[in-house]
């Protein structure tokens, strides 16, 4: 129950957004922050690098769900695999609301030449509590603002954050 | 004293075969000759040997292609063909289409097979849509397609005998193994780990498919298959010992999967096979020896009760699973004829086992740099008897949640994975593909949704500090638990190997290549770049009085994921992450079989 929140939320975002272009990606620079989230000019989440190297906590955060969700078929740091696309490409063009739609309810290109599937994650609370934390890593893998490999430092997790992950992954229904 | 097991397998057949099955027979008869490869790994004992040397040492140089064949499909090709007088069975990966070829027609298509299969089960397949072979018995081909269905196929005109649903895809069950028919049953595993599936092995009646016997890998007793006799390390287990090792009802998406390799021996009339990791890999949210997973199992194959099982790996905390390969040889230990059970684990360790009673012989690691591990406890009297001492520095449990624990090796695709070693009753040798990287691991807390990953840990995976090659093909002697010859690899070595009569042994490479390399020194001795990266099993044949070596390239399955975009090493500068070789720049996708012989 908790996560279908999120699964609405990305619905009406496509539906709002109707069908995107490359061109709705749009500038990543960071112009706001509330509570460790970073903003573009358009309002979607964005990564913020500092000159030291150090990462905001969703670019963090997103490096480690991708490891464990997406990895094992996108292939590590968001490069492809002989199995799945490089997101760290496909998000050049990918707007926020066409990833949050393909997250939410997966994708099918299965044809004579090929099939690839991708599942719907949007009941798989360990993808859908962070689909922002994703689309920051990746959009920043995608920018080159970040190179392979785990990012050095981080900022800290913000308490904001841990409310919002705590009541999506449902860790205050159990003890 | 050294004979393999299938050299001893008819006679012991015979005298127990009064009540068996005609299948039984039968396939015992075929496996002996060496023209035809009638099994997942030629014979019984998984020894990937054969008899045949027109091919050998002396002139393996000159090998050629002979002809060659597109399976059509794009995905990662697993394990390899079989050969039944003039008919060949080759098999893809999802959608599993099988294809029977007349030998003696230049291998025209006989008949082809295509299961419809929703294409929903693709995404339940971790790391890629493989498929490890098939079985033959009593006129039937058996295939265990990617929607968990176990098929049989008339082996004339490939026509749907019968058909059995053997879990469900939509809880992430899902087929990727070969089966193996021992007697009248043809047993099968299944897939599922990433996805907390409670797994399990099967049996079913090779005339019409009914079940005969499940066993789980975790669970209570009646589940397992387990009573008062089943031992460990010659110790009743007692009762409940399964669900002793898990918290609550956590067994029940415990995973422990069965997607290796099954063998079988006639004579003790038992049945080999590992289970694999506990669900999830985060080792913090599964207290406990999460028994039994990470096993090697010793079961009767008429009713599927375990004689004894040996846990290698209590509570994984690095998905080391235990699926690989169990291969039966008779030798010498210590002047005492044994019968063995060797086994290379993904965790590193190789162990030799007595496959009558499962008494651990030998556990050494068999790569340097395996470094989880100070080894395993070989002290009958102590009280952690046969378990390994786990590091504290590798430990992914002390080091917790969200705590990055570096520079383990072997990496979580193991130093070998299911690509099957090979063994030579002449040299007395293993020869074993493997693998050379390590990795950092980081757990964290999931939530399981049935149906979706359950995976839980952050990895990175590079080659070891100091090393470039992240592969190395082996020759092993079980009996010292010693590394006799070593050839790097630039990539991992995910191809099953081949050992002949001729002093040659064969093995495929990532970026290709089908090597052929001297039995007692390990000197390439011949090498041909196929169509495609090869993940597939080398197997041999004679027809028409030649000689043939067949491969399937095809790149993909677990290794194409972690490598095509090339390892990084976090150890190293900026300027050299990403400096390690891409697998991407070396091959692309596609299946062929190619198949080769000496120039008339």
Redesign the interface.
């Known amino acids: 129950m908790r996560q279908i929140w999120f699964v609405i939320a990305a619905m009406s975002v496509v539906a709002m957004g109707g069908v995107a272009s490359a061109e709705d990606v749009g500038d990543p620079t960071a112009v706001k922050s509330e509570d460790g989230k970073y903003l573009d000019k358009d309002g979607n989440p964005t990564f913020k690098v500092q000159a030291d190297g150090t990462v905001d906590w969703y670019t963090y955060s997103g490096f480690r769900r991708y490891h464990s969700e997406c990895h094992v078929c996108h292939g590590p740091d968001g490069m492809g695999s002989t199995y799945a696309p490089a997101l760290a490409n496909s998000l050049k063009t990918m707007s926020y609301a066409d990833f949050l739609g393909t997250v939410a309810s997966g994708r099918k290109n299965v044809n004579t030449a090929q099939e690839n599937v991708m599942p719907a994650f949007g009941d798989n609370p360990n993808v859908a509590c962070y689909m922002d934390d994703l689309y920051v890593y990746l959009r920043a893998r995608a920018n080159n603002a970040i190179p392979r490999g785990r990012p050095a430092k981080h900022e800290d997790k913000s308490d904001a954050y841990t409310k919002a992950e705590d009541a999506c992954m449902g860790n205050n229904d159990k003890k | 004293m050294r004979k393999v097991l299938y050299a001893t397998g008819v006679g012991a057949m015979a005298m127990i075969a009064a009540g068996a099955a005609n299948a039984n027979e039968e396939l015992s008869k075929m496996s002996k000759n060496p023209k035809d490869w009638v099994m997942p790994a030629g014979d019984y004992a998984n020894t990937r040997y054969s008899k045949l040397n027109q091919i050998n040492a002396s002139n393996v140089g000159k090998l050629q292609v002979a002809w060659t064949f597109s399976t059509g499909v ?3 090709h697993e394990g390899g063909p079989l050969i039944i007088g003039n008919t060949m069975y080759v098999h893809t990966p ?2 599993n289409k099988v294809y029977a070829l007349d030998l003696s027609q230049d291998s025209k298509i006989i008949w082809s097979y295509e299961p419809k299969q929703d ?2 089960v ?3 397949m ?4 493989v498929n490890r072979g098939l079985a033959y018995a009593d006129g039937k081909i058996f295939l265990h397609q990617a929607d968990d269905t176990l098929v049989a196929l008339d082996s004339k005109t490939g026509k749907v005998a019968w058909s059995v649903k053997n879990g469900d895809p939509k809880k992430g069950q899902t087929g990727t193994s070969a089966p193996l028919v021992v007697k009248d049953k043809v047993l099968v595993g299944t897939s599922g780990g ?1 996805f907390g599936v409670q797994c399990s092995m099967t049996a079913y009646d090779v005339k019409d498919g009914k079940q005969v016997w499940k066993a789980y890998s975790e669970g209570p007793d009646d589940q397992l298959l387990f009573n008062d006799k089943t031992t460990s390390l010659g110790k009743p287990v007692g009762k409940d010992s399964s669900l002793k090792t898990w918290q609550g009802d956590q067994w029940k998406i415990g995973g422990g999967c069965t997607w290796g390799w099954i063998a079988y021996d006639p004579e003790l009339d038992m049945v080999y096979y590992g289970s694999g990791n506990p669900s999830t ?1 985060n080792p913090k949210q599964r207290p406990g020896d999460n028994k039994w997973s990470m096993t090697i199992f010793a079961r009767n194959p008429d009713t599927g009760m375990a004689k004894w099982v040996y846990q290698m790996t209590p509570h994984d905390e690095w998905d080391y699973d235990g699926v690989n390969e169990m291969i039966l040889t008779d030798e010498k230990i210590g002047g005492k004829d044994r019968k063995l059970l060797t086994h290379f684990d993904r965790n590193g360790l190789a162990y030799t086992l007595d496959r009558t009673d499962g008494e651990l012989l030998v556990a050494e690691k068999y790569d340097p740099k395996v470094n989880w591990t100070s080894g395993v406890d070989m002290d009958k009297n102590s009280p952690t008897y046969g378990r390994p001492k786990v590091l504290d520095a590798a430990s992914t449990e002390k080091g917790g949640e969200d705590h ?1 624990t570096k520079g383990i090796c072997p990496a979580a695709l193991g130093t070998k994975d299911e690509q099957p070693a090979a063994y030579s009753p002449e040299t007395q040798l293993f020869y074993v593909p493997t693998n050379h990287v390590c990795m ?1 691991y ?1 757990p ?4 399981y ?1 049935a149906g ?10 590079y080659p070891p500090p100091g090393d470039k090659n992240m592969g190395n093909f082996i020759a092993w002697d079980a009996k010292t638990g010693k590394i006799v010859w070593s050839d790097p690899e630039q990539f991992s070595v995910w191809s099953g190997a081949l050992a002949t009569a001729g002093n040659v042994v064969f093995y495929g490479t990532l970026e290709g290549y089908l090597k052929a390399v001297d039995a007692k020194t390990g000197k390439e001795l011949y090498k041909f770049k196929t169509p495609s990266g090869i993940i597939g099993n080398v197997t041999t044949y004679e027809h028409g009085g030649k000689q043939y070596i067949a491969v399937l390239s095809g ?3 677990w290794a ?3 490598l ?5 090493d ?1 150890t190293a500068g ?1 300027g050299a ?2 400096g390690y070789a891409a ?2 720049n070396y091959t692309s ?1 596609g299946g062929t079989l190619t198949v080769f012989s000496l120039p008339q």
Request: charge should be negative.
């Open positions: 794009l995905r990662g999802f959608p294409p929903n693709i995404p339940v971790c790391c890629d849509t990433e890999w990055n950092d980081e964290f807390k999931v939530s949704t979706q990953p359950y995976v839980g840990a952050t990895l990175s995976m790149v993909g399955g194409g994921i972690g095509a975009a090339g390892l990084t976090p900026l992450v990403g697998l991407s996708l």
